[in-house]
């Protein structure tokens, strides 16, 4: 397998001028380098602004100069993320195997020019994993992270929500756009968020809402007023990595400047995994949804109405009777998402930014219930790496801070950022318009919910050990931390069950099912559990 058609990727490097010199980066403090007119600071909120420009083998070295420090920890963190989940030396040995077959193809998938841009950002990657793969090659895989997880085993990391409103569902009439993106690879992982700045040599400038060591594009704007976000659908497992759906995020964010030209690169751009992505048109004052698989492609646009609404199904014609697609709408809880949005939209009737935000942060479920803090069918699952909101009309943005899409939102002007130059080095946002903090960060309801947190993993870690013990007061604190989330009951449950106490392990079971489930699959397994222990 492993001499079969991999030794051309494993040995393929990118163009790349090695006579041309490495940036000369000035450090600051520890939240500001410099390179010439490019820099990395860290604003008082807490999110860091990249501000890069060149050709894609300048963009690279500049991102991997000015950002070493935070590349290396991301790297770190990641891979010790994974260490976690297969924690056996010899697994991981197979798994490092496995990838270099899987991604035999990558490198044909993805276009020369973010070739070379990962290229240059590697010559700053850590020596302390080269073990895994040399550091170019290791960036790559890096890129398609997502994708191959989401491949491999349609791991439930991402719950993203999006919606657009324009006409008569804003309250000025221009086209608004929000979106939480719900991945979550840790609580180190999500530390260290990025808003990245770029003027490209070729296409369109943009900004992106990113991490470290990320050049593909999950969320961001161009110049031109188009915005590109990316919501996960339903996948299988494809046989061999293609072009990972941030990468075709990104050319189409550089090179588009209304939906039909994203249309034409998305339609030219083979996948591996399925995605919807949201493209909003400041020029046109609309925003469709790019349905895209490895064996499907279609564009779903509204009529007669004025609002978008995406969560993690397909909604156009090509997949209308698509199995897997009808399957997810029925055993996840996109449909739910999906359905709170519209009610938000009912009520609200005409938003601005400020509405959209209050949207974003959304906790409750359908009709304002509480559902337990955390429930992934929630807007805002208290766990999601940002939250967006674009005026691409007036290239306004706004980007969540810490806590949880809580913190206060960060306004960007790119009319200001790009068009009339920067004067100096100096934090971009213009704290005048950024959206308020929620309250409910100071909430005693969200001090249980953080206790909750800390409570769960103690428990994670008994359910992985039968010689640990759980206390009656710890299990009473643990499940008054968060009463109206079904895990506290579920996780207990199971607790009881596999030490042998039956009738304890029923009672609890039965209380997560009077509550607010996330998934189909959860439920069913639940009942499993009772009719085992009824047996």
């Not at 920890?73 to 297969?86: N, P």
């Not at 803090?373 to 699952?381: D, H, M, R, S, T």
Request: one cysteine or more; proline letters at 2%; charged letters at 25%.
């Amino acid at each position: 397998m492993l001499s079969c058609g991999i030794s051309k990727s494993v040995r393929h490097e990118p163009i790349f001028d090695t006579h041309r010199s490495l940036p000369e980066v000035t450090k600051v403090s520890d939240t500001l380098w410099f390179s010439g007119e490019n820099f990395f600071i860290k604003n008082k909120q807490g999110l860091w602004e990249l501000s890069i420009r060149g050709d894609a083998q300048q963009l690279g070295l500049l991102n991997g100069a000015l950002t070493q420090d935070l590349l290396r920890h991301q790297e770190a963190v990641f891979f010790s993320k994974v260490e976690e989940i297969v924690p056996s030396k010899t697994k991981q040995f197979f798994l490092r195997q496995f990838l270099k077959w899987y991604n035999r193809k990558l490198y044909l998938h993805v276009p020369e020019e973010y070739k070379t841009e990962i290229y240059g950002l590697s010559q700053y990657a850590s020596e302390d994993f080269n073990h895994i793969a040399p550091k170019y090659l290791r960036q790559l895989y890096l890129h398609a992270a997502h994708d191959i997880g989401h491949a491999l085993q349609d791991l439930a990391l991402v719950g993203c929500s999006s919606l657009a409103v324009w006409d008569d569902n804003s309250e000025d009439g221009e086209l608004l756009i929000g979106r939480n993106f719900d991945f979550y690879a840790g609580d180190d992982f999500a530390k260290n968020k990025v808003v990245a700045f770029v003027r490209p040599e070729n296409g369109y400038a943009f900004v992106s809402v990113t991490w470290p060591g990320m050049i593909g594009v999950v969320s961001g704007m161009n110049t031109a007023g188009l915005t590109v976000t990316m919501n996960a659908g339903k996948s299988d497992m494809p046989l061999k990595a293609k072009t990972p759906v941030s990468i075709l995020a990104r050319k189409i964010l550089q090179y588009a400047q209304n939906t039909e030209e994203a249309i034409a690169i998305a339609q030219n751009t083979e996948v591996f995994v399925s995605e919807s992505i949201m493209i909003g048109s400041g020029s046109e004052k609309t925003a469709i949804l790019l349905e895209i698989s490895p064996e499907k492609f279609d564009v779903f646009k509204v009529e007669n109405q004025t609002h978008l609404v995406c969560s993690n199904h397909f909604q156009s014609e090509a997949y209308l009777d698509d199995e897997k697609n009808l399957q997810h709408i029925v055993e996840s809880h996109s449909q739910y998402r999906f359905d709170r949005l519209i009610e938000h939209l009912d009520e609200k009737q005409r938003l601005n930014h400020l509405s959209m935000a209050e949207i974003l942060r959304d906790v409750h479920g359908l009709h304002g219930s509480d559902i337990g803090y955390g429930n992934e069918k929630a807007l805002n699952q208290l766990l999601g790496h940002h939250a967006v909101i674009f005026k691409p009309e007036s290239l306004t943005m706004w980007v969540s801070t810490a806590p949880y899409q809580l913190g206060e939102f960060v306004c960007y002007d790119l009319n200001e950022i790009f068009n009339s130059g920067i004067d100096g080095i100096r934090t971009l946002g213009k704290d005048s318009k950024n959206i308020p903090e929620d309250t409910f960060m100071y909430s005693e309801d969200f001090k249980k919910y953080e206790l909750y947190r800390d409570l769960n993993r103690q428990v994670d870690k008994a359910l992985g050990n039968k010689k640990l013990t759980l206390t009656q007061d710890f299990i009473e604190s643990y499940q008054s931390s968060n009463l109206e989330l079904w895990v506290v009951y579920y996780k207990i449950g199971k607790y009881y069950m596999d030490r042998g106490f039956d009738r304890a392990a029923k009672r609890e079971f039965e209380k997560a099912l009077s509550k607010e489930i996330t998934i189909l699959s959860d439920r069913v397994q639940i009942e499993k559990y009772l009719k085992k222990i009824s047996q």
